[in-house]
C-alpha cells in the first residue's frame, strides 16, 4: 500500500511540475505560423490585429489595388471571403505546437492555410483541440505565384 500511495504522489507531483514549467499565457495567436517562419526575410514584417491582442505575420507586397492589399490581421475568414468575393481556390488545415501545450484551451491549437491563386496565401487560427474557436487572420503571404501553399 505504501508503494502505491509514493508512486500516485510521484506522479501527481510530476504533472503538476510539468505542467507549470511550460506553459505561459500570452496572446492566442502571438507566434508566427510554423511554415512562414522558414521563410521569414527582409520583405517579412509583423503586424498588430486590430483589436490589438496578437501579432500576426505579413510577407511580401501586395499589387496596388489589389483587394488583397486591403486584408488586415484579425479579420474573420467570412470577412476575408467577402473582401475577396469568392472561396479560396485550396486550403488545408494542421497542427500548430500549441496543441501539445498541456491545459491550452487557446484558438491556435490548429490552423488552416488558404490559397487564392494569382493573389497569395492566407492562415488562419483553426481552432482549440476539440474543433471549436479559430477563424482569425494571422498571417497574409503576397505571392502571385502560389509557391507560399505547401500542403
Not at 507566434?31 to 514584417?45: C, F
Not at 511580401?60 to 486584408?71: E, V, W
Not at 494542421?94 to 497569395?120: C, T
Amino acid at each position: 500500500m505504501r508503494l502505491h500511495t509514493r508512486l500516485v504522489f510521484t506522479a501527481l507531483f510530476s504533472s503538476l511540475v510539468l505542467s507549470a514549467c511550460g506553459t505561459r499565457q500570452a496572446p492566442v495567436a502571438s507566434e508566427a505560423p510554423a511554415a512562414s517562419a522558414a521563410r521569414s526575410g527582409p520583405d517579412t514584417q509583423t503586424a498588430t490585429s486590430r483589436d490589438g491582442s496578437y501579432q500576426g505575420e505579413i510577407t511580401g507586397t501586395a499589387r496596388p489595388g489589389s483587394r488583397f492589399a486591403q486584408l488586415r490581421i484579425g479579420m474573420d475568414m467570412q470577412e476575408t471571403q467577402a473582401l475577396l468575393g469568392r472561396a479560396p481556390d485550396r486550403l488545408h488545415t494542421y497542427e500548430s505546437g500549441k496543441r501539445w501545450i498541456p491545459f491550452y484551451f487557446g484558438n491556435d491549437a490548429r490552423r488552416m492555410q488558404v490559397l487564392y491563386r494569382g493573389e497569395g496565401c492566407l492562415i488562419f487560427t483553426g481552432g482549440n483541440v476539440w474543433g471549436s474557436a479559430g477563424g482569425d487572420l494571422i498571417g497574409i503571404h503576397h505571392d502571385a505565384s502560389g509557391a507560399c501553399y505547401q500542403p
